[in-house]
């Protein structure tokens, strides 16, 4: 196995495509997931601070995952207030949102669900599908018809995996075209916002009006906020079975509540009148 890793490293070093960890370069940023320069504000930082001081414990280590000795009073406030900001029923935080999407696509589709996911989603989407067992499709990117297609040819339980804004190349997806293929043959739709979610407010579900037509909506933190962390937004259905079904959520130790601290924070510094 050695000499097969080997190998492998030394067709990438060939090729230019080898990954190194890189201190951070200084200078303008044009490279970063910072898209709104929230984790350089000291603005923001000061916010942080002052909540900090006024709970000094959330410094703590969360000691356990959610489910054991992990779940505070702190996480359980700012799930309600995420769920509030975003106009659903619940939300729930996980410590990324590679994690977040792991868990949905893990344990919501079943072995013999189909989970139909645009071209360019994002790894996380494909990894969590893996572990499923369900069977998945690819359709064009941003083409309705051809999703429609395989809506039409795939009888059974469906979930459509799409992201509101794609960062490769800056496009929107049609949300309102999607949601409305997505009732009219029964599926559920999911939409992860990473890269909407504070460049455009709220998110695009949020935009649309479209709470009500989507399974669940995945909102990160690690760009717009400049903090770490995601949420899916959800009904109270939802939000259960993950909890007792996602492998991701259970058996990981819950990050400490300064992580949420900072995270309540920016969303105040965000939305300030």
């Known amino acids: 196995m050695l000499k097969r890793w080997q190998k492998e490293l030394?067709?990438?070093?060939?090729?230019?495509?080898?990954?190194?960890?890189?201190?951070?370069?200084?200078?303008?940023?044009?490279?970063?997931?910072?898209?709104?320069?929230?984790?350089?504000?000291?603005?923001?930082?000061?916010?942080?601070?002052?909540?900090?001081?006024?709970?000094?414990?959330?410094l703590s280590g969360s000691t356990g995952s959610r489910l054991i000795s992990g779940n505070t009073a702190y996480l359980t406030e700012t799930e309600k207030y995420i769920a509030r900001q975003h106009g659903f029923s619940s939300a729930l935080l996980f410590s990324s949102g590679y994690q977040a999407n792991l868990a949905l696509y893990s344990s919501l589709p079943g072995r013999h669900d189909i989970i139909i996911a645009d071209e360019q989603i994002h790894r996380s989407v494909h990894d969590g599908s893996r572990l499923s067992f369900a069977k998945k499709i690819r359709f064009r990117h941003n083409d309705t018809g051809h999703l429609e297609q395989i809506l039409e040819q795939k009888p059974?339980?469906?979930?459509?995996?799409?992201?509101?804004?794609?960062?490769?190349?800056?496009?929107?997806?049609?949300?309102e075209q999607i949601a409305?293929?997505?009732?009219?043959?029964?599926?559920?739709?999911?939409v992860d916002e990473a890269h909407a979610f504070g460049v455009f407010g709220h998110g695009l579900v949020g935009q649309y009006g479209l709470q009500d037509k989507v399974a669940a909506v995945v909102i990160t933190y690690g760009k717009a906020?400049?903090?770490?962390?995601?949420?899916?937004?959800?009904?109270?259905?939802?939000?259960n079975y993950l909890i007792n079904f996602a492998s991701p959520l259970i058996y990981t130790t819950s990050s400490p509540d300064v992580q949420w601290v900072s995270i309540k924070a920016a969303y105040n510094f965000l939305f300030r009148e």
Not at 180 to 190: D, K, R, T, V
């Open 156 to 175: 059974g339980n469906c979930l459509i995996a799409v992201e509101s804004l794609y960062s490769m190349e800056g496009d929107l997806a049609p949300l």
């Open 225 to 239: 906020l400049g903090m770490h962390g995601a949420a899916v937004l959800s009904t109270d259905l939802i939000r």
């Open 10 to 58: 030394g067709k990438r070093i060939e090729n230019g495509t080898f990954r190194t960890l890189n201190p951070k370069a200084e200078g303008i940023d044009f490279y970063s997931n910072d898209y709104l320069g929230f984790a350089r504000s000291k603005d923001l930082r000061e916010l942080i601070l002052m909540e900090i001081s006024q709970h000094p414990e959330c």
């Open 180 to 190: 409305a293929l997505a009732e009219n043959y029964g599926a559920g739709l999911i």
